[in-house]
């Protein structure tokens, strides 16, 4: 069976590889996070496409790490007779030609190897077509897409795969390539891999001068501050939910999702996750990529784009991949993207506003997307809709997305506070409407909590995030009331909290358990941390940290006992640890209070 969890991540900024911890590359998309996959094994076998590189005879012991504070991967493997280590990383400077490096190092004795390379295009159906002229690399093709072969090891291609097999001493190394490029352009040339990971180790050094954190947990925040910049795609600013698609959350089940999209509602989490630690730049360039991405009249906003700001995501299914441990429908594109979500609307806004108080944004550009955005919103905000949980049913009046209501008209009403007094009041009184309407309509006073919807009863973690965002003080009795029913009624035996609790009329699929949401525990450590728990928030912390792998990253959600669930590494799991650590470090009560204290460390910056 596979484990989530054996997987690493490498990447290049415009794309990136799952590799297991037995050295196989099994998920590659090229050249983009959301293009077709090259190597889909990860949701079928390895004639759907991967890449092999392992030891001729018996392994008697493994491990592997990340070099340091970057994002190349080093994996270790002694047998009878020797120790190798594999590197294996994406150059960080190519942009047109992405690469994939490994470097295969003979540490003592000797070693014999084999590397079996098995391309399969269009999501691991596809062959390509092979050519090689006798003394150059191979290459292979199909449609658009070309590879190029550059390894210092021969190469068999045989059965439709590449085979190399090499013996290597002590002292000894040899290097492969892999470079992707345009089938009806030009072969590139090849990367030279040693000085490619001088480069790149050079990279994320002179890129972590930039991250400002003197608190505790130095190693799991930066950690995660290298997966999210790992998920930011470098030449627009738009960052994926995750570089994979349908990774069951829970196992063997249907609920399996295409994460390789920018979902908008990660926004201001990133904003202040990226201002906080002094990393300004992404947030610039993440704060374009949304203006862009939302840009247009009339505004029409999804809960999603590509990373390139494109709106349509037409969802399908792989009938040929078997998926993730049988886990099936194997799904790309996603269907929610045509979804009501007004919790967007919130967050989109919030971060505008925040963006343009630090100074990160230019005032002038954001006042009119500002403008159109909280327009719309008074237009929709009473209708229903499917929530931050994008239920495939009917839509309801959630109680969340009206809590993010309040926030868009909160936030535009301060951004107009200045400029336009008039429409500043008007928004501060719709503001006040919509808390109205949530605490009569959203708070059931029998049950001593906020509710999933006005007239659902469920709990919904979500609603832990009501303090976070300014709505009511994480000591209000009402809050209080809510963690207690959450903790309760969504907390697993094993302590760690679901989002909700699933039933077949949530979006129409089978009814089925899941894991524990890794973000919404995080937002519980905010909680807790903010009702003056700190020992309960620390524990828990350190709970959730614990359950990452042996890399420090995580999935979307935290198997019962051990395992991780999901797709992988989850960009929201790691923002919202980034964020619960800088609480913790004593970072500022909320978002919104955050802001005065981010506009001066931006100036001073």
Request: proline share 4%.
């Given at each position: 069976m596979k484990r989530i969890e054996d997987y690493a991540l490498i990447g290049d900024g415009e794309t990136a590889a799952l590799v297991h911890r037995n050295g196989t590359i099994e998920w590659l998309c090229l050249p983009r996070f959301d293009s077709e996959a090259c190597f889909a094994a990860l949701l079928g076998d390895e004639e759907n496409g991967c890449w092999k590189m392992g030891v001729c005879g018996e392994v008697r012991e493994t491990g592997r790490r990340y070099r340091g504070d970057t994002l190349i991967l080093e994996t270790e493997i002694a047998t009878e007779t020797g120790k190798v280590r594999l590197t294996d990383f994406m150059p960080s400077e190519r942009v047109e030609a992405p690469d994939v490096v490994r470097i295969?190092?003979?540490?003592?004795?000797?070693?014999?190897?084999?590397?079996?390379?098995?391309?399969?295009?269009?999501?691991?159906?596809?062959?390509?077509?092979?050519?090689?002229?006798?003394?150059?690399?191979?290459?292979?093709?199909s449609g658009p897409d070309g590879v190029k072969l550059a390894f210092d090891a021969p190469v068999d291609f045989a059965d439709r795969r590449f085979t190399s097999?090499?013996?290597?001493?002590?002292?000894?190394?040899?290097?492969?390539?892999?470079?992707?490029?345009?089938?009806?352009?030009?072969?590139?040339?090849?990367?030279?891999?040693?000085?490619?990971?001088?480069?790149?180790?050079?990279?994320?050094?002179?890129?972590?001068k930039n991250v400002r954190h003197a608190g505790p947990h130095r190693d799991v925040v930066?950690?995660?501050?290298?997966?999210?910049?790992?998920?930011?795609?470098?030449?627009?600013?738009?960052?994926v939910a995750a570089p994979t698609s349908s990774l069951p959350e829970n196992p063997g089940g249907s609920r399996n999702w295409d994460y390789r999209f920018c979902w908008l509602r990660d926004a201001t989490l990133m904003l202040m996750a990226m201002a906080r630690f002094g990393l300004y730049d992404e947030?610039?360039?993440?704060?374009?990529?949304?203006?862009?991405?939302?840009?247009?009249?009339?505004?029409?906003?999804?809960?999603?784009?590509?990373?390139?700001?494109?709106?349509?995501?037409?969802?399908?299914?792989?009938?040929?991949?078997?998926?993730?441990?049988?886990?099936?429908?194997?799904?790309?594109?996603?269907?929610?993207?045509?979804?009501?979500?007004?919790?967007i609307y919130g967050e989109v806004i919030d971060a505008l506003y925040q963006a343009a108080q630090e100074g990160i944004a230019d005032g002038d550009s954001i006042d009119q997307l500002m403008r159109m955005l909280v327009g719309k919103l008074e237009q929709v905000w009473q209708q229903p809709d499917a929530g931050i949980w994008e239920f495939r049913s009917r839509p309801s009046q959630h109680v969340y997305s009206k809590v993010m209501c309040w926030v868009a008209f909160d936030r535009a009403s301060g951004w107009l506070d200045r400029s336009d007094p008039k429409l500043s009041a008007h928004y501060r009184e719709l503001a006040e409407e919509v808390r109205g309407e949530v605490l009569a309509k959203g708070f059931d006073r029998e049950r001593n909590a906020f509710t999933r919807g006005y007239e659902d009863r469920e709990l919904d973690a979500a609603n832990l995030r009501i303090p976070l965002v300014g709505f009511l003080p994480a000591d209000d009795p009402r809050m209080c009331g809510t963690v207690e029913a959450i903790e309760r009624g969504l907390c697993r035996g094993d302590g760690l909290l679901m989002r909700y609790r699933p039933a077949v009329t949530d979006d129409g699929l089978q009814q089925q358990e899941e894991g524990a949401l890794v973000a919404a525990n995080f937002w519980l450590v905010d909680v807790y941390h903010l009702q003056g728990r700190e020992d309960d928030a620390h524990t828990l912390f350190e709970r959730l940290v614990a359950r990452a792998n042996d890399l420090g990253l995580l999935a979307e959600e935290l198997a019962e006992g051990e395992g991780q669930l999901g797709n992988f590494p989850q960009g929201l799991s790691h923002l919202s640890l980034v964020a619960a650590a800088h609480r913790l470090a004593g970072g500022k009560v909320t978002d919104r209070d955050a802001v005065g204290d981010l506009a001066r460390a931006v100036t001073a910056g």
């Open positions: 295969v190092e003979c540490l003592e004795g000797e070693v014999e190897m084999v590397s079996e390379l098995l391309v399969r295009f269009d999501y691991g159906r596809v062959h390509p077509l092979v050519r090689n002229d006798g003394d150059g690399p191979y290459v292979a093709i097999r090499f013996r290597l001493r002590a002292g000894e190394r040899s290097n492969f390539v892999l470079t992707w490029f345009r089938s009806f352009e030009d072969v590139p040339e090849r990367v030279d891999p040693q000085r490619a990971l001088e480069e790149t180790e050079k990279y994320w050094h002179d890129w972590l930066v950690r995660s501050l290298i997966t999210l910049k790992a998920l930011i795609h470098r030449r627009t600013g738009g960052i947030a610039r360039d993440w704060i374009g990529w949304l203006c862009r991405a939302v840009g247009g009249e009339p505004i029409d906003v999804q809960p999603f784009y590509s990373v390139v700001g494109q709106r349509r995501a037409i969802e399908w299914e792989a009938g040929w991949l078997a998926g993730f441990n049988g886990a099936r429908p194997v799904r790309f594109g996603n269907g929610a993207q045509s979804q009501l979500q007004l919790d």
